[in-house]
């Protein structure tokens, strides 16, 4: 299983700044097959990104993914009110041929300073 | 547009079954693997279950093995999650979600709004 680990557990930060979220795997992640997820409180995730860099439909673009192998990051560019959330990365690519498993890191908590 | 909608969650006792469903609209769920995933109470995702397009490749976490088992109707374009010897463990909000992409499980484009189960005594 690879074990994806978040940091920091928690971000306090004012609007308009800059932050960068990580996401460090155990192993390396096959094809860059990782995605991230925004989720708000009593709300279902939301997709932000998969294939580590490409935005899913609708995203805003203050909102971009980077990394390869084991070391993952999601950027905001300038944090607007809806962006403060937890945010979910998740492995999809050290699934086959002998073992499966879909994993996620423990989410990194963005909070309004 | 593409829903998700669960239903099936609630109070049981340790030990006991519950079946889940999912029930999809705004897209065919025979074009897709779908998933079950949870979420505990004040905790993180947990992807839980997959099952192909056909129905015929299943997989699974560990900590459910043996105990649940996903499947799907695409005639009635639904998911089902049989949950059986539940324990507190599996006490969770469980989202049904749509993979993006056939072919092989990956990443999940739409999200339900989940059921919640509880295992108490």
């Known amino acids: 299983e690879v074990v994806l680990t978040q940091s920091p557990g928690t971000l306090s930060l004012s609007l308009g700044e800059r932050t960068t979220l990580s996401c460090r795997a155990s192993?390396?992640?096959?094809?860059?097959?990782l995605a991230w997820y925004q989720q708000k409180p009593g709300q279902a995730p939301r997709l932000l990104i998969y294939?580590?860099?490409t935005r899913a439909t609708g995203i805003p673009d203050r909102f971009s993914g980077s990394g390869s192998g084991t070391d993952f990051t999601l950027t905001i560019s300038r944090l607007e009110p809806e962006d403060f959330a937890v945010y979910y990365c998740?492995?999809?690519?050290?699934?086959?041929?002998?073992?499966?498993?879909?994993?996620f890191g423990q989410g990194t908590r963005l909070e309004i300073k | 547009q593409v829903q998700l909608l669960e239903s099936g969650g609630g109070v049981v006792q340790p030990g006991t079954s519950l079946r889940l469903s999912c029930a999809a609209s705004?897209?065919?769920?025979?074009?897709?693997?779908m998933h079950w995933v949870r979420q505990a109470p004040g905790k993180g995702l947990e992807w839980v279950a997959v099952?192909?397009?056909?129905?015929?490749?299943?997989y699974y976490v560990d900590s459910v093995k043996g105990r649940f088992s996903i499947s799907r109707d695409n005639s009635k374009n639904t998911v089902y999650l049989q949950m059986n010897s539940l324990t507190a463990e599996d006490s969770a909000v469980y989202y049904c979600?749509?993979?993006?992409?056939?072919?092989?499980?990956?990443?999940?484009?739409?999200w339900g709004q989940g059921t919640l189960v509880t295992v108490s005594s």
């Open positions: 998740q492995q999809y690519g050290n699934s086959f041929p002998n073992t499966f498993g879909l994993t």
């Open positions: 192993q390396s992640v096959s094809n860059n097959y």
């Open positions: 099952v192909s397009p056909n129905g015929d490749i299943k």
């Open positions: 979600a749509k993979d993006m992409i056939r072919g092989r499980p990956d990443y999940f484009d739409y």
């Open positions: 294939g580590a860099s």
């Open positions: 705004g897209f065919t769920i025979g074009n897709f693997e």
